[in-house]
């Protein structure tokens, strides 16, 4: 199975060390645009509306269920405020990601998505953006 991950499940962010999947190598992105918002400036929420915002940069990994089990429990996947788990489908982004796809274009793979509601009206959310960085990261509390 394949994953998705745009937040803080990538490579050098800070909860890498719940995802224990095999990265692709390389960059990837959604084929479709969405909404990436920092919720209050820290936690990112990507909307399932495709269609506006942008495409979203972020990182591929093989996975093994109990691999994804632990990851949905991080995400509290089908809790009040927790994630959604969906299917989506992305491309390579560089040629790294090219020459390491593990298929052809477009891959669909899982990827965690949060409820409008989570970005209450009035909040200080920053977004949309393209990609999650180490500075929004930073603007978090762990
Ligand atoms: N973790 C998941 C969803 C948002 C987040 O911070 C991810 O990295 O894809």
Known sequence: MLLFVYG???EGFPNFHVNRGRRVPGAFRTVQRYPLFLADG???CLLPQP??????????FEV???QLAAMDALERVGEPGGYDRLTIDVEPA???ARSA?????????FVYVQ????LRPGGRH???VAEYTLEHAKALRW
């Open 8 to 10: 803080s499940l990538k």
């Open 42 to 44: 820290a936690l990112p």
């Open 51 to 60: 269609g506006s915002g942008h495409h979203i940069l972020g990182q591929l």
């Open 64 to 66: 093994q269920a109990g």
């Open 94 to 96: 560089d040629d790294e």
């Open 101 to 109: 796809a593990p298929a052809a274009a477009p891959i669909a793979a």
């Open 115 to 118: 409820h409008e509601a989570r």
């Open 126 to 128: 920053v977004g949309p």
